[in-house]
């Protein structure tokens, strides 16, 4: 099963590819908060988690999800892959760690793309367990945060992965949406990435770490990181033109969490309205895929531009 959270739509391509080679399960991860997150793995099935880098971390709603997972295995199991204790697993609160060891930084290189590809096929029956994160420039140390995660609820990504893809942070003074042929290529490397990956997660391989982790991971992650996503993953800021808005929905649509409804304004035009009520996890999907770019996010989206994945049908 592959357990996936994605806004603008980059990390669902990659998910829905792992989906078709795989041939398992593909879970929206604001779909499955809604149930019990309780779940029975066919026997050696894997379990993926994809997802965007947000803030150099794993999104808060991705966090959320893994604290409330609680995994049944039926078959066998490898450790570090997998399941512990007779394939049980359960959720407990887990309280985050944003300070870990700088030490670590320097982290033991595990075993690289091309060498991991070179091996014999992996055909061990386990639960193999991977991650993969999309980004748009690089992920910090976004992947030892999820293992942190994981290993509340006794699992381990052994194998992760990141694809650098379409910015789609457009909210601070620097970020911008890439220029056309930026997104053409970062697609185009991304499309084979994720072949080779696809390939090493289809014949189990272990230990594979293939990320992006950008110049200072540490401080990407656990300094500019810890203070985005504690600070800056609100709704408040969003605002709607309303004499650009066509009342189309599209915004309410592309919501993951249900944040956004259209309802009737003071001079009973029909707007959306965000609910200020801490479901927003800051994917932009809202904002994004507004036909008129009648939603801003502060001042400074009025200078930005707009992106989805296949928004101009290009390249899929
Ligand atoms: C709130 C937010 C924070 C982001 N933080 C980072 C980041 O720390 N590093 C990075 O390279 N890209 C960052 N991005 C860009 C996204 O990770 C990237 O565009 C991703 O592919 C979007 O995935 P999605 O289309 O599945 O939502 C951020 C995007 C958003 C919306
Ligand atoms: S309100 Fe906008 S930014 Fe927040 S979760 Fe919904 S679509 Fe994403
Ligand atoms: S997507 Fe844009 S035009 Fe459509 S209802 Fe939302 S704000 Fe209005």
Same mark, same amino acid.
């Given at each position: 099963?592959?357990?996936?959270?994605?806004?603008?739509?980059?990390?669902?391509?990659?998910?829905?590819?792992?989906?078709?080679?795989?041939?398992?399960?593909?879970?929206?991860?604001?779909?499955?908060?809604?149930?019990?997150?309780?779940?029975?793995?066919?026997?050696?099935?894997?379990?993926?988690?994809?997802?965007?880098?947000?803030?150099?971390?794993?999104?808060?709603?991705?966090?959320?999800?893994?604290?409330?997972?609680?995994?049944?295995?039926?078959?066998?199991?490898?450790?570090?892959?997998?399941?512990?204790?007779?394939?049980?697993?359960?959720?407990?609160?887990?309280?985050?760690?944003?300070?870990?060891?700088?030490?670590?930084?320097?982290?033991?290189? *595990?075993?690289?793309?091309?060498? #991991?590809?070179?091996?014999?096929?992996?055909?061990?029956?386990?639960?193999?367990?991977?991650?993969?994160?999309?980004?748009?420039?690089?992920?910090?140390?976004?992947?030892?945060?999820?293992?942190?995660?994981?290993?509340?609820?006794?699992?381990?990504?052994?194998?992760?992965?990141?694809?650098?893809?379409?910015?789609?942070?457009?909210?601070?003074?620097?970020?911008?949406?890439?220029?056309?042929?930026?997104?053409?290529?970062?697609?185009?490397?991304?499309?084979?990435?994720?072949?080779?990956?696809?390939?090493?997660?289809?014949?189990?391989?272990?230990?594979?770490?293939?990320?992006?982790?950008?110049?200072?991971?540490?401080?990407?992650?656990?300094?500019?990181?810890?203070?985005?996503?504690?600070?800056?993953?609100?709704?408040?800021?969003?605002?709607?033109?309303?004499? *650009?808005?066509?009342?189309?929905?599209?915004?309410?649509?592309?919501?993951?969490?249900?944040?956004?409804?259209?309802?009737?304004?003071?001079?009973? #035009?029909?707007?959306?309205?965000?609910?200020?009520?801490?479901?927003?996890?800051?994917?932009?999907?809202?904002?994004?895929?507004?036909?008129?770019?009648?939603?801003?996010?502060?001042?400074?989206? *009025?200078?930005?531009?707009?992106?989805?994945?296949?928004?101009?049908?290009?390249?899929?």
């Amino acid at each position: 099963m592959i357990f996936y959270f994605s806004g603008t739509g980059n990390t669902r391509w990659a998910a829905e590819h792992l989906a078709a080679a795989t041939g398992e399960r593909l879970l929206f991860i604001p779909e499955e908060l809604k149930g019990d997150c309780r779940y029975t793995l066919a026997a050696g099935e894997r379990i993926g988690f994809c997802f965007p880098t947000h803030g150099w971390q794993p999104p808060r709603i991705v966090r959320q999800f893994i604290r409330r997972l609680f995994l049944r295995g039926q078959g066998s199991m490898v450790k570090g892959q997998g399941l512990m204790d007779k394939g049980q697993l359960s959720a407990q609160a887990c309280s985050l760690d944003p300070s870990s060891p700088r030490p670590q930084d320097a982290s033991t290189p *595990r075993r690289t793309l091309r060498s #991991a590809q070179r091996d014999a096929p992996h055909l061990e029956s386990s639960h193999y367990c991977y991650a993969l994160t999309t980004c748009g420039d690089s992920i910090g140390r976004t992947m030892e945060i999820l293992n942190k995660e994981l290993a509340a609820v006794g699992l381990k990504a052994s194998s992760v992965f990141s694809l650098t893809m379409p910015e789609s942070y457009v909210c601070l003074p620097f970020m911008k949406t890439d220029k056309p042929e930026r997104e053409c290529e970062k697609i185009a490397v991304a499309t084979r990435e994720l072949e080779q990956y696809t390939d090493l997660i289809v014949r189990r391989v272990p230990d594979v770490t293939h990320t992006h982790r950008g110049l200072t991971p540490w401080t990407f992650s656990h300094v500019i990181g810890a203070y985005f996503n504690a600070r800056m993953i609100t709704d408040k800021p969003f605002t709607v033109d309303a004499d *650009r808005c066509i009342h189309c929905g599209q915004c309410a649509k592309a919501c993951p969490t249900g944040d956004v409804t259209m309802k009737p304004s003071q001079d009973g #035009a029909v707007l959306p309205q965000w609910h200020h009520d801490g479901s927003c996890t800051n994917c932009l999907a809202c904002y994004h895929h507004c036909p008129c770019h009648a939603i801003n996010y502060g001042r400074i989206t *009025r200078q930005r531009g707009q992106y989805y994945f296949g928004h101009g049908n290009s390249y899929n």
